[in-house]
């Protein structure tokens, strides 16, 4: 009986620890300029690191006892930024590719299988040196609320003919300022301190009476 259950507990075990390989080829674009030998330090890897593929002489790689589950493959080059993809293993094997959204995670888009992996971009590990050029002081937002402001002073009346009478006579009265009538000091100390206006005497008249 001790063997019986040795036995269950050896399948169960196997059952568990069943693991897959994931396939796939690396290869560089043809105007790619890389060493001969980019092949040599270039790593294929599972989830960040928790497994490692190497690459053959043509570029393709094995990665075997990978459990079931979905993991993230990315090559790690030096020369060249490849996409990373999806792969997704099923408990029966099945395996399927699909492009990485960490944006949508459920949101399936395929890719072949086994995997084609082809460089971007180069590898760029330094920003370009900033140049000064004289767009940038011009589209400055003060250099701009000084220029435009001249430039509509000088040629707007080149744009507009001001022979015109009738739009001299408007553009007189628009630049014309209203003229307020401002009250006397004597008026405003008496309305301040005598808290209001001076009351105005009522004129009595008086009727003659007929005779």
Do not use: C, H
Request: glycine share 6%; no cysteine; net charge positive.
């Amino acid at each position: 009986m001790m063997r019986v259950g040795w036995a269950s507990e050896g399948a169960e075990i196997a059952e568990q620890t069943e693991a897959f390989a994931i396939e796939g080829k690396v290869t560089m674009p043809r105007d790619a300029n890389v060493p001969k030998n980019w092949r040599s330090y270039t790593r294929v890897l599972v989830n960040y690191g928790q497994f490692v593929g190497f690459l053959r002489e043509d570029g393709s790689f094995v990665i075997s006892q990978v459990p079931s589950g979905s993991y993230v493959v990315e090559v790690a080059s030096k020369d060249y930024v490849f996409e990373p993809v999806r792969v997704d293993i099923t408990s029966k094997g099945k395996i399927r590719g699909r492009r990485l959204n960490f944006l949508q995670p459920s949101a399936v888009s395929t890719v072949q299988y086994p995997l084609k992996l082809i460089g971007r971009q180069p590898a760029n590990y330094f920003r370009k040196r900033e140049e000064w050029r004289i767009t940038d002081m011009l589209m400055n937002p003060m250099v701009l609320m000084m220029v435009l402001p001249l430039l509509l002073i000088v040629v707007l009346p080149k744009l507009i003919n001001t022979n015109d009478p009738e739009l001299q006579r408007e553009m007189a009265q628009s630049m014309q300022m209203p003229k307020y009538e401002m009250p006397e000091l004597s008026e405003m100390m008496t309305s301040f301190f005598g808290g209001g206006g001076a009351k105005k005497a009522k004129k009595t008249t008086t009727t003659k009476k007929r005779t």
